[in-house]
């Protein structure tokens, strides 16, 4: 399952989200500010990012630089009690399934979290006349590496 961690005003959450509408794929949202993320969640987003912390935290956040804070010589305790205590700190939207990471609306990348099988199903058999085009067939369009379609 798609889960999106956004918040309110947040125009690349609401991209995201429309996103996956468009394509009908299934998605929780989380909104940060409403729904208390445990310990556990925040150490599985920190566990799934790249980079750790700086993949999912904003370094220009006012939280940590009103509070002079050094992300760098916390503990991971202390990481995870300070992200669930200051919410605003995560970059957003962060978007996680099963197989797939991604902080942030990116329209080149985000295609990952359409089911492989979808995205195999839609390369060989979508054309423009089908009714799910909108979301299968620019899949296709994008993934076809002779532009055969």
Request: net charge neutral; charged share 35%.
């Amino acid at each position: 399952m798609i889960v999106v961690y956004t918040s309110p005003g947040c125009a690349s959450c609401r991209k995201v989200k429309a996103w996956l509408k468009d394509r009908k794929l299934p998605f929780i949202e989380k909104n940060i500010f409403r729904t208390l993320l445990n310990d556990e969640e925040i150490r599985y987003l920190l566990m799934r990012s790249e980079n750790g912390s700086d993949d999912i935290i904003s370094k220009r956040s006012k939280v940590l630089a009103e509070q002079k804070i050094n992300l760098d010589e916390m503990s991971l305790n202390e990481l995870i009690r300070f992200i669930r205590e200051n919410p605003s700190v995560l970059k957003r939207p962060i978007i996680v399934d099963e197989k797939s990471f991604q902080v942030g609306y990116d329209s080149e990348e985000i295609g990952v979290f359409i089911p492989e099988e979808l995205r195999r199903i839609a390369f060989h058999t979508c054309s423009k006349d089908c009714p799910n085009y909108n979301g299968c067939g620019t899949v296709r369009e994008e993934d076809c590496p002779e532009k055969c379609c």
